[in-house]
């Protein structure tokens, strides 16, 4: 797995889609990223975010957005480095996903999501079950491995490295194939 101290990160812009509280930025903040963008669907990790980055006093290099990443990606501006992490679970059409945030990054794109597993299989229906039974619209999806990798690399990013977990696929890439490294 590839850790942040192995990125140059200087002078690095960060588009984190679905960032929750924050916790990319943070840390390739203390690596010398330059200025972050937040997309987020939640408004309580939005607000938990922006308290944590007033406490980090990184305000003035950090913007929040609230709402569909589709929808705003036209508004946004370009970032070295791109991530999704465990987003493309959360959202019904990873084509259209994909291709609305892989065209913001410049230099890598990196993903998490589910790998589809007996577990993972059984854990998407309960929480899908779940929230039904209490009339929420959010719905979980899984995506199979080659599917997100040939919707990436048909947006013109090569694989620099992956890896997995129990539950996750975590995937590096970057545009043309260019080190970052």
């Known amino acids: 797995m590839i850790r942040s101290s192995e990125v140059k990160i200087g002078q690095s812009t960060l588009l984190d889609v679905g960032s929750g509280i924050g916790a990319i ?11 972050a963008t937040n997309v987020e669907a939640s408004t309580p990790y939005l607000e938990t975010s922006k308290q944590e980055t007033r406490r980090r006093k990184l305000t003035d290099r950090t913007s929040y957005h609230y709402g569909d ?31 609305a945030t892989s065209t913001k990054a410049t230099q890598l794109y990196g993903v998490v999501y589910p790998r589809v597993r007996f577990i ?25 491995r080659n599917y997100i990798d040939r919707i ?27 080190p970052f490294i």
């Open 120 to 144: 993972t299989k059984i854990g998407l229906k309960l929480g899908n079950l779940w929230s039904r039974l209490w009339n929420n619209d959010f719905r979980m999806y899984l995506f199979a």
């Open 69 to 99: 990443i589709v929808e705003l990606a036209p508004e946004l501006s370009n970032a070295t480095i791109v991530t999704l992490d465990k987003v493309i679970c959360c959202y019904p059409d990873p084509e259209a996903l994909i291709e």
């Open 152 to 178: 990436i690399r048909d947006q013109g990013f090569v694989i620099q490295n992956q890896d997995q977990t129990f539950l996750w696929h975590i995937s590096l890439y970057s545009r043309n194939g260019e």
């Open 25 to 35: 930025q943070y840390e390739l903040f203390g690596d010398g990223l330059t200025r």
